[in-house]
């Protein structure tokens, strides 16, 4: 069966890793059969998002199954701006990324607000870097206040993955994905049940963990074949097809 990766990056993080550039992900990407996955820049979340979104372009460019998100950043509003209307017009972008904790904007500010409005203006997804109950919270506000933008909630709400699954199943526009680096037992299979397998996606953090964890919690949620297919691979390419080349 082939895998969606919603949550991809290249790059290097200020932190050691064994795996950054393109190379790296097509390797992860033999090896584990994902026949697409979605990439952003570590450079552009954590240092310069003109840069970062160049390098995502170049990566993507020639390699099969890649797709790019454009990085913004609420402290940069014009400029985010420009950066969507840059990308949008190239193949292969679909949709945009915001990381609140990088940007140190938090998901319930104006700043906040005033991108994602411009997100949703102009139609694709938003993957939201989303940890913790409060940013739960405020991605759902985000997403009643644009209920024609779908928003992705990143990492599903880590510790908070229930409150991530509840809005969901509570926002038509909502979806969760749950890469991360600390184990929650059986939250994949409770997140199905909560909100339906249909609005769970799959997405490893790669090239920051090996895909191989997030596989192993699907595998271990022993959900049916039809909603294991919808996980890790029809969700997101409903999701995601209208921009895909």
């Known amino acids: 069966?082939?895998?969606?990766?919603?949550?991809?990056?290249?790059?290097?993080?200020?932190?050691?890793?064994?795996?950054?550039?393109?190379?790296?992900?097509?390797?992860?990407?033999?090896?584990?059969?994902?026949?697409?996955?979605?990439?952003?820049?570590?450079?552009?979340?954590?240092?310069?998002?003109?840069?970062?979104?160049v390098e995502t372009a170049r990566a993507i460019a020639d390699c099969e199954g890649a797709l790019g998100y454009v990085v913004v950043n609420p402290n940069a509003l014009e400029r985010s701006c420009a950066e969507l209307d840059r990308y949008y017009v190239q193949p292969k972008f679909v949709g945009a990324k915001i990381h609140p904790s990088y940007s140190r904007t938090a998901t319930g500010s104006d700043a906040m607000r005033a991108l994602v409005a411009e997100v949703a203006e102009r139609g694709r997804p938003l993957l939201i870097h989303c940890g913790g109950e409060s940013e739960v919270a405020a991605a759902d506000r985000l997403a009643a206040d644009f209920p024609r933008l779908r928003i992705i909630l990143g990492h599903g709400g880590a510790g908070a993955w229930r409150e991530g699954a509840q809005a969901a199943a509570a926002r038509p526009n909502v979806y969760v994905e749950f890469c991360g680096s600390i184990a929650h037992r059986g939250k994949i299979a409770q997140a199905a049940r909560i909100a339906g397998a249909e609005k769970v996606l799959f997405g490893s953090d790669l090239t920051l963990l090996d895909p191989g964890y997030m596989l192993g919690l699907v595998e271990d949620a022993a959900l049916d074949q039809r909603e294991t297919e919808m996980i890790l691979w029809r969700n997101a390419r409903n999701l995601f097809e209208e921009w895909m080349p």
């Open 1 to 53: 069966m082939p895998i969606f990766d919603v949550h991809a990056h290249i790059g290097v993080w200020p932190f050691p890793i064994p795996a950054c550039d393109i190379g790296d992900v097509r390797a992860l990407m033999r090896r584990f059969d994902i026949g697409a996955c979605a990439i952003s820049s570590a450079k552009a979340i954590v240092y310069d998002m003109e840069e970062g979104n």
